[in-house]
């Protein structure tokens, strides 16, 4: 078949051909396993071959990386391919795959034809192209697997249960791409509820642990949340809202600089002339001078 790429090694590409009628649900075109050699490139609008024109039947090619790394060009954007990328297309629409030289990529394939009007929520089946990255992956793997041993058997139903896999991938990749936008969710919800509460005490609060507790959230998993959307730990987030507020304090009220270290959670001033210094550059001293 001319839609199998001849740039790779041990490869495994099964060929089950072309559905007869109007599927229900999937039909299994093809399905490979390839390991890119360094020269792998892949540019094309569509399939040469014949038997992709049928106006009642959709094509949606499905690619799924497993090491390595490569380039994508696809619906007018381009993606960084690594382990987990995962990206469909449809007969028509124009793309262009490269492997690095160095890291040449390992992928599984597969070729899924299906009604236009398929009722299935997933957007790697409706939208014309779609791309995504997948952390955890061994099941998607699995299920691959379980295709190309049964594509490759002498069985009665070894098409059907091929069609059946086929599904399963695209929903258990539905699923995993589901869990993960909620976990994304989630995890900027508890960002918000940490920056509001640091904003609100930062006066008070002397440890990460003692916010961490006030908010019922592991310190770790609280340091991890704060770090992913903020760019900086919450605790120097915390000492930049102190040294704000001394800076404020120190300017308008003229207050000794030791009782400004105790109102601000420092039982020892040399520590907060220390953390003042490390934030603006000069002691708290030599900041009113200046």
Known sequence: MEHFSKQVIDSRQVFIGFPEGK?????????GFEKCLPEFLVERDSYPETGWTNSEIEYT?????????????????????????????????HHKISTSESKPMIKYFMVLAHSPDIKIDSKIIKKQTYFEGIRDHSEIIELFELILSNANSDSVNG???CNL?????????????NTKIEKQARAWDTYKRIHLHLRKNYFRIRTIEELANELNIDPAYL??????????SPYRFLIRLK????????????????????????????????????????????????
Request: net charge positive; proline share 3%.
């Open 243 to 290: 040294m704000g507020h001394a800076a404020s304090l120190l300017l308008s009220s003229r207050r000794l600089v030791k009782d400004i270290a105790f109102e601000l959670g420092f039982e020892n001033p040399f520590h907060f002339s220390r953390t003042f210094k490390s934030v603006y550059g000069v002691s708290p001293e030599n900041f009113l001078q200046k």
């Open 159 to 161: 098409v059907s249960i």
């Open 165 to 177: 896999l086929a599904q399963t991938v695209v929903l258990k990749t539905n699923e995993l791409v």
């Open 223 to 232: 340091s991890r949340v704060f770090k992913r959307f903020h760019n900086e």
């Open 61 to 93: 090619t499905i690619e799924f990386i497993i090491a390595g790394n490569g380039k994508l060009y696809l619906g007018g954007s381009n993606f960084n391919l690594e382990p987990g990328s995962l990206f469909s297309y449809k007969t028509g629409i």
């Open 23 to 31: 599927p229900n649900m999937f039909s299994l075109v093809s399905v």
